[in-house]
T-cell receptor, first 114, second 111 residues
Framework: DAGITQSPRHKVTETGTPVTLRCHQT?????MYWYRQDPGHGLRLIHY???????DKGEVSDGYSVSRSKTEDFLLTLESATSSQTSVYFC?????????????FGEGSRLTVL | LAKTTQPISMDSYEGQEVNITCSHN???????ITWYQQFPSQGPRFIIQ???TKVTNEVASLFIPADRKSSTLSLPRVSLSDTAVYYC????????????FGTGTQLKVEL
């Protein structure tokens, strides 16, 4: 399995509080992604990174920010969490040198905003 | 990126062959077709990828007609452990693309 660790795996927080989710990889892959998964919506891309300090928005980026100061870490921040951000968050990585551009996913972080 | 359409759900029995079709009418010349599998409480996992005609690996086959506007994932002799959600993605390879998964197809395999 690809070396991807998400933390925390579970978090319960209150509306209005800041939350940071961390994705750590040991594969030295250039690309990293944050997705959220909700019933009836599949996986939706929040933000992605194509290198250190290089990030771009996905389809559901409002209310989220990201940072990537090192190759191995990609942080997702909810500046002021809302109940609509209750979801399961998945980090993924991919290698541009790979043949298929295959995405490798972490185990997910379940966030509940009360 | 090309939009995909898949059936929401499918049911099958152990030992049967399952074919899941994905429609992608506006696929671009440099797009590949990739399928992922997701079990509950896990992230998706790559199954197979193809560009045209037929691709086969140890777990599945992927059939792509000449016009590439659709594709079919074929799972031979499914078992209970194949119960999962299957996603069809269309886009360039190489990473760094805004790949979206859609809602996928929930496959349920029964005895």
């Amino acid at each position: 399995d690809a070396g991807i660790t998400q933390s925390p795996r579970h978090k319960v927080t209150e509306t209005g509080t800041p939350v940071t989710l961390r994705c750590h990889q040991t594969e030295n892959h250039r690309y990293m992604y944050w997705y959220r998964q909700d019933p009836g919506h599949g996986l939706r891309l929040i933000h992605y990174s194509y290198g250190v300090k290089d990030t771009d928005k996905g389809e559901v980026s409002d209310g989220y920010s990201v940072s990537r100061s090192k190759t191995e870490d990609f942080l997702l921040t909810l500046e002021s969490a809302t109940s609509s951000q209750t979801s399961v968050y998945f980090c993924a990585i991919s290698d541009p040198q790979g043949n298929t551009g295959e995405l490798f996913f972490g185990e997910g972080s379940r966030l509940t905003v009360l | 990126l090309a939009k995909t359409t898949q059936p929401i759900s499918m049911d099958s029995y152990e030992g049967q062959e399952v074919n899941i079709t994905c429609s992608h009418n506006n696929i671009a010349t440099n797009d590949y077709i990739t399928w992922y599998q997701q079990f509950p409480s896990q992230g998706p996992r790559f199954i197979i990828q193809g560009y045209k005609t037929k691709v086969t690996n140890e777990v599945a086959s992927l059939f792509i007609p000449a016009d590439r506007k659709s594709s079919t994932l074929s799972l031979p002799r499914v078992s209970l452990s194949d119960t999962a959600v299957y996603y069809c993605l269309v886009g360039p390879t190489g990473g760094g693309n805004k790949l979206t998964f859609g809602t996928g197809t929930q496959l349920k395999v029964e005895l």
